[in-house]
């Protein structure tokens, strides 16, 4: 059995760019409430509790709940020892964030009405604003 953690460092402040992040990403079922229990890969209750859940059905068959918890400042992932090691080939954060990242600037673009500039160099990928 693995141990949930919680990122704090990590935030995501906008709950619709999150839920659009993780679509984008391939997890189109999230639950929304108040204290949702997050359940490990045997169907055990585990005593975490989340505002937004990905059910483990929708991750993988040996996954256990992925869960983001409502704080003053944002969304804070709550993810298993096994799920940050295997989801996305242990890319899972990094990936959420660059597509939230990415959401936002869509975001502001739109807010802004202007055109976004794509440029890539090398593994970095940069984002600007025309407006």
């Given at each position: 059995?693995?141990?949930?953690?919680?990122?704090?460092?990590?935030?995501?402040?906008?709950?619709?760019?999150?839920?659009?992040?993780?679509?984008?990403?391939?997890?189109?079922?999230?639950?929304?409430?108040?204290?949702?229990?997050?359940?490990?890969?045997?169907?055990?209750?585990?005593a975490e509790r989340a505002q937004l859940v990905v059910r483990r059905q929708h991750i993988g068959p040996a996954s256990?709940?992925?869960?983001?918890?409502?704080?003053?400042?944002?969304?804070?992932?709550?993810?298993?020892?096994?799920?940050?090691r295997t989801m996305m080939g242990g890319k899972f954060i990094a990936r959420l964030r660059a597509s939230y990242n990415?959401?936002?600037?869509?975001?502001?673009?739109?807010?802004?009405?202007?055109?976004?500039?794509?440029?890539?160099?090398?593994?970095?990928?940069?984002?600007?604003?025309?407006?």
């Amino acid at each position: 059995m693995s141990k949930y953690l919680t990122f704090t460092d990590i935030v995501f402040k906008n709950e619709a760019l999150l839920v659009a992040a993780l679509a984008s990403l391939g997890y189109v079922e999230v639950e929304r409430g108040d204290q949702l229990p997050l359940y490990g890969y045997m169907g055990d209750e585990r005593a975490e509790r989340a505002q937004l859940v990905v059910r483990r059905q929708h991750i993988g068959p040996a996954s256990n709940d992925l869960g983001f918890a409502r704080t003053a400042e944002g969304y804070t992932p709550i993810i298993s020892e096994y799920d940050q090691r295997t989801m996305m080939g242990g890319k899972f954060i990094a990936r959420l964030r660059a597509s939230y990242n990415e959401r936002v600037v869509e975001e502001m673009q739109r807010r802004l009405r202007g055109t976004i500039r794509r440029d890539q160099q090398g593994s970095t990928l940069k984002l600007k604003i025309r407006y």
